[in-house]
């Protein structure tokens, strides 16, 4: 990337003080409701995707969001852009309360707060060109920067690692990882502090994922913007993120610097998350053992969430504590300052491998021991 490319008033706004957090959310809940009965429709429960939700992200700062698929991240994503309206809680950027705004009143501010989408073949008009679709933010927010917008838009590109000749070409024309780079341009062209990345690579091919999480580093490294990054895979939130939050059933169950929470987790899913985490070894001793843990079955439905501690029905060492009182996310003995974690049992903090394997599906372990037994 080129140095003449990166925006000086850019670089400046992301440098913030660290006294006040960018952006603050403080009970966040979002419920969607369902709807039934017959002929009249009415409402006979609500899906809770967010319930209770707190987290700080700091100016130019990489905050990762993970968790299994239906625990609530691209919907915490949505709410903290207001593309959804939450139900309770608040959302607050730059001092500022932004959870119920009306858009004229997020208008000052809807510049300043970006979004990178999951699907790159849904999240751009395909009857657009490509220079039509990073230029409609500039249009929408009256921006006419210096050289006029198709030159900004062509220098956009380059920074995002495509040709400049491409402006006029469509989305159909290019591929996945190259249709992601184009969602990448359009998120900067307003000179955002904050842009929420939505697994932006989970739809990539493996081969092109490390390129637009490599793009989105140096991005974020040299422009000073302050990155949410939501993904389910934590090889890639570990290496790009600098705090990470575990999230499980619209909760945060476990939230810290990166090198605390992978080296040193204390919840029990946790543990289990990076028990599933590949890795590669050349040989055996090169690396200790880890421990390995398979949960039993799905996680539960967000209609009706268990009592209590949400792990608790797929939890090793749930006892009748932890469906009689919901554990506070609180610092425990022994963490680093800002390591939260909420249990009441929590797990000591090594990653080693255990005496015996935690395989809590009765189907896999019978599986498994049957392997065994065979000659």
């Known amino acids: 990337m080129k140095e003449d490319l990166v925006l000086p008033a850019t670089r ?121 679709i990073i230029s409609s933010p500039m249009e929408i927010n009256g921006i006419d920067p210096a050289g006029g917008r198709e030159a900004r838009v062509r220098e956009l590109l380059e920074i995002v690692g495509l040709n400049p000749e491409h402006y006029n070409r469509f989305p159909h024309e290019f591929s996945g990882g190259q249709r992601q780079r184009i969602g990448v341009a359009r998120a900067l062209a307003l000179e955002p502090k904050l842009i929420v990345a939505d697994e932006p690579v989970s739809a990539l091919d493996v081969s092109i994922q490390a390129q637009v999480v490599n793009l989105l580093q140096k991005v974020q490294n040299e422009l000073g913007i302050a990155f949410v990054f939501i993904a389910h895979d934590l090889a890639i939130v570990r290496h790009f993120s600098q705090r990470v939050a575990v999230m499980y059933l619209g909760k945060i169950i476990e939230v810290g610097d990166r090198d605390s929470i992978y080296a040193r987790p204390r919840h029990p899913y946790t543990h289990a998350l990076l028990s599933a985490v590949p890795e590669v070894t050349l040989a055996e001793e090169e690396a200790p053992q880890r421990e390995r843990i398979r949960l039993a079955g799905d996680v539960p439905s967000p209609i009706s969430p268990p009592s209590g501690c949400r792990f608790r029905t797929r939890c090793w060492k749930a006892q009748d504590k932890c469906a009689a009182e919901e554990p506070p996310l609180i610092q425990l003995s022994g963490n680093r300052a800002g390591h939260l974690t909420a249990c009441h049992f929590p797990e000591e903090p090594s990653t080693e491998a255990r005496d015996e394997d935690i395989v809590l599906d009765p189907a896999l372990a019978a599986l498994e021991e049957g392997k065994t037994e065979a000659p």
């Open 12 to 132: 400046e706004a992301g440098a913030g003080t660290a006294q006040e957090p960018l952006l603050t959310v403080s009970g966040l809940v979002k419920h969607f409701p369902v709807k039934g009965g017959f002929p009249i429709k009415r409402t006979v429960g609500a899906v809770q995707a967010v319930d209770g939700l707190d987290l700080t992200v700091q100016a130019g700062e990489s905050f990762g969001l993970v968790g299994e698929s239906g625990c609530g991240k691209s919907t915490t994503g949505r709410l903290i852009t207001r593309l959804l309206e939450p139900t309770a809680g608040t959302i607050t950027y730059r001092g500022r309360d932004i959870s119920h705004a009306t858009r004229k009143q997020l208008a000052p501010i809807r510049s300043e707060i970006q979004m990178i989408f999951q699907d790159p073949y849904s999240s751009l008009n395909p009857r657009q060109t490509v220079g039509k």
